[in-house]
């Protein structure tokens, strides 16, 4: 029902700034909610930020809160992860992902989402 397809990552100094980007297509006008994880391997994937597809709440987790910007353009059907000061220990595989249902916990789990992007690497130097 709906397609994601995520862009935007790459190799980055730390310190350095880098802006993400989802685009969806198919039945969006039914999301509730668009949200970002990340994986390092190894590692579980974990909760980055989510945001309500009208754009009036949004949700980080604290160890990016004050450096990573979550927002959406609607024209455009598509979501946004602004990355700034950013840290060798950001360095995973972005995905974004997209819910028609409601969540009771600010969409902070990877179980309330429906639909998942392929993925993009950010690699932070060091």
């Known amino acids: 029902q709906v397609q994601l397809v995520e862009s935007g990552g790459g190799l980055v100094q730390a310190g350095g700034s880098l802006r993400l980007s989802c685009a969806a297509s198919?039945?969006?006008?039914?999301?509730?909610?668009m949200g970002w994880f990340r994986q390092a391997p190894g590692k579980e994937r974990e909760f980055v930020a989510a945001?309500?597809?009208?754009?009036?709440?949004?949700w980080y987790a604290e160890s990016v809160k004050g450096r990573f910007t979550i927002s959406r353009d609607k024209a455009k059907n598509t979501g946004y992860l602004q990355m700034n000061s950013l840290k060798p220990e950001d360095t995973a595989v972005y995905y974004c992902?997209?819910?028609?249902?409601?969540?009771?916990?600010?969409?902070?789990?990877?179980?309330?989402?429906?639909?998942w992007g392929q993925g993009t690497q950010v690699t932070v130097s060091s």
């Open positions: 198919g039945r969006t006008f039914s999301s509730n909610a």
């Open positions: 945001i309500s597809w009208s754009g009036t709440s949004t």
């Open positions: 992902a997209t819910t028609f249902r409601r969540s009771l916990s600010g969409y902070r789990l990877a179980g309330d989402y429906d639909y």
